[in-house]
């Protein structure tokens, strides 16, 4: 990927973090999906009171799009910070998400950025974040 098209969606992420619904954990996070053919789908995490039907900013953005009938996928931004936290640290997915993403995207070229800011981002492959993971494949035997 190129590093203009990096950048876009680190921006896209920043700029989705700010429709975070998160009353509870104040916890605030922005994701912004690419895929393959260059189109980007943006997510914020959604809380509820009931807190099991929060939904993380990573599937609302998988949902979203496949919702729309997309199914490939190239790259995924993440950025999450606290409520009054003065800057953001590295936001890594959860084991949920993680799942989500096996799911769709091809484990060794599917990247995951996570970014403090637009200078200091760290990206990993499907397959770092979720290794031996279980799949449609396993179903099939
Ligand atoms: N959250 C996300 O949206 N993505 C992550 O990668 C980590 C956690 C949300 C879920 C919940 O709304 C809040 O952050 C605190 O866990």
Redesign the pocket.
Known sequence: MTEEIKQKLIKAAFEAKRKAY?P??G?Q?G?ALLTKDGRIYQG????NASYGA?????RTAFFKAVSEGEREFRAIA?A?KGKDAPEFEY????GI?RQVMAEFCEPETFEIILPRSLEDHQTYALSELLPFSFTGKNLES
């Open positions: 998160a509870y954990s916890f996070v994701a914020c995490n959604i809380e929060c939904c993380c900013a990573e993440i999450g936001c890594a997915p959860c998400c």
